[in-house]
């Protein structure tokens, strides 16, 4: 029946991108390998060795789909020429063979056009845990469960250490349908202001909002880039939904979290705070302390802002952001926008809620059509070996690394690209496949000031009350799909309408609150709630 289900799937995806100009002479994205040899418990298994890092005792190819991020130029998508894969073919002797179209720009059209195509690739990439989970409900994957327990001990004991990992990938159901990619590091964003503005005003760095709220305002009105121009920006950032980072302020945010006093999801925009925040932000904007284009910028925001000497302080990645320093010392020799502590609200809180997820709904799954079952998911399990996860992280040793006091250092001629993380994706390192990141390899090419600024936030402030990663039935991801995108319409529309000052925050909020009820908030609360009390449960 479950076989039946995904088949009647395939039927309906086929329907929705029967119209799609050129997919039916697209060979390669139709033409998908099966598997080269025997049986789901085939002979040419591998017996478990600590010593190997085979997957399979003789060489087989297994067919992949995978397209993800909208094919990131290319790079987020199967490239059999890929050198990190390559090696892993080597080791393992299991060669991958790509599936998906390069030429296409859209994932999710690309993972129909598989599913439309009658044939599942061996292993699939999934950039949405749902589609996996579904997939998986409906007999399209194999689940993972019994395959990990008895052939993949790397992926098996770093479960046992990460439950929240092994919770996140328990779909409702309670069996493992994929193996994700699990980020490391902590904190990802963090405040940043410009330290020759503060120097040349005699200025301290802002500790409280209120100090925040005076600076900007210094910055405004004090010609800190001496031009003799009233031209500062005193707030800006690249993303129009980057002003909202400034809720923090007031005790406030945008999206969901878990109320440490009731222990429930809760939705912030219908709490009183986030009343009070959005009219300091009102406020904020209409007295020019926030970019008047926010919402409508275009190109490289912290590049103008920083080489046009206009950009006072903002919140975005540490590390990114703090590179721009030397990209404008060209026009502004001494620019510095530097990180800092954050800000304090209100009520004296300096908690800071952003940061990297603990688990990404990237990673792949194995067909229930796959004939090499075992050898897949050792070939899985490699990449949470040692040496894989090295392979996964810093590419080739000798060509981008060298082992050095038993570390892998990553070469000059690598790190002076600019983009080290690029370009080790173009070679296949650092795709979002399976594996366990190293937040070490990314700690080479972060500059030591951030690095301080990072660990400090990880010690003082990351404070984790948002919601868990959650795990729903078929029936509640439909049903959250369908309501949450108009509620984020909603809300983003009239959030904008109160920062131009199109609309009053105090006069409006109590019906924004009734719509936001209207279009269904209480029942997505209901179903988060749900999920949630099933994932304390374990």
Not at 126 to 149: P, R, S, T, W, Y
Not at 301 to 326: E, I, K, P
Not at 437 to 442: A, I, R
Request: contains cysteine.
């Amino acid at each position: 029946m479950k076989r039946k289900a995904w088949k009647t799937a395939a039927a309906a995806a086929a329907l929705s991108v029967s119209m799609i100009t050129g997919c039916s002479s697209d060979k390669e994205q139709t033409t998908a390998s099966p598997s080269a040899q025997a049986s789901p418990q085939s002979a040419s298994a591998a017996p478990a060795s600590p010593q190997s890092s085979q997957a399979s005792s003789k060489p087989i190819t297994l067919s992949i789909h995978m397209h993800y991020g909208n094919g990131g130029g290319g790079d987020k998508v199967f490239n059999d020429e890929w050198p990190v894969f390559k090696k892993a073919a080597e080791l393992t002797n299991v060669t991958l063979k790509g599936t998906a179209s390069k030429t296409l720009t859209n994932s999710a059209e690309a993972y129909n056009l598989m599913l439309a195509s009658g044939t599942l690739s061996d292993i699939i990439h999934f950039g949405k845990k749902e589609d996996a989970n579904k997939l998986g409900g409906e007999g399209g994957l194999v689940a993972l469960n019994d395959l990990i327990d008895k052939n993949a001990p790397n992926i098996k004991k770093f479960l046992d250490s990460r439950p929240d990992v092994r919770k996140y990938l328990t779909s409702a159901d309670g069996k493992i349908y994929y193996v994700s990619f699990v980020p490391d590091g902590a904190a990802s964003t963090g405040w940043f202001i410009r330290q020759d503005w503060l120097d040349k005003l005699g200025l301290k760095k802002p500790t409280t909002a209120d100090e925040y709220y005076s600076v900007l305002k210094a910055f405004r009105d004090n010609d800190p880039n001496g031009n003799g121009k009233k031209d500062e920006i005193p707030y800006f950032n690249r993303q129009s939904f980057g002003v909202y980072s400034l809720l923090n302020l007031w005790d406030a945010g945008t999206g969901y979290k878990v109320d440490p006093k009731t222990d429930t999801v809760v939705y912030d925009p219908i709490n009183p705070t986030y009343k009070t925040g959005m009219t300091n932000l009102a406020k904020w904007y209409g007295e020019g302390l926030i970019d008047k284009e926010i919402f409508t910028r275009k190109g490289d925001t912290r590049l103008v802002m920083l080489s046009d000497n206009l950009g006072g302080s903002t919140h975005d990645w540490f590390a990114s952001t703090y590179g721009y320093n030397v990209k404008a010392k060209d026009k502004v020799p001494n620019v510095n926008l530097a990180p800092i502590p954050p800000v304090a609200s209100m009520t004296g809180d300096t908690s800071w809620f952003d940061y990297r997820a603990t688990v990404s709904p990237s990673g792949w799954g194995i067909a229930s059509s796959n004939k090499n079952q075992v050898e897949t998911i050792k070939y899985m399990d490699f990449w949470f070996s040692d040496e894989g996860r090295r392979l996964a992280n810093y590419g080739l040793e000798g060509q981008t690394y060298d082992m050095v006091s038993g570390k892998p250092v990553f070469k000059k001629s690598l790190l002076d690209t600019g983009n080290v993380l690029l370009n080790l994706q173009k070679m296949g390192a650092q795709q979002e496949i399976g594996f366990y990141q190293n937040f070490d390899y990314e700690k080479q090419f972060t500059p030591e000031g951030v690095l301080a600024s990072i660990d400090e936030y990880n010690a003082k402030y990351i404070k984790k009350v948002s919601v868990p990663n959650l795990n729903f039935t078929v029936k509640e991801q439909e049903r959250l799909k369908e309501l949450e995108g108009q509620i984020e319409t909603y809300r983003v529309e009239t959030g904008q309408k109160w920062l131009l000052g199109a609309e009053s925050v105090e006069a409006k909020y109590d019906d924004f609150v009734k719509q936001l009820k209207t279009l269904g908030i209480d029942e997505v609360l209901k179903i988060k709630n749900e999920a949630y009390a099933r994932y304390k449960k374990g």
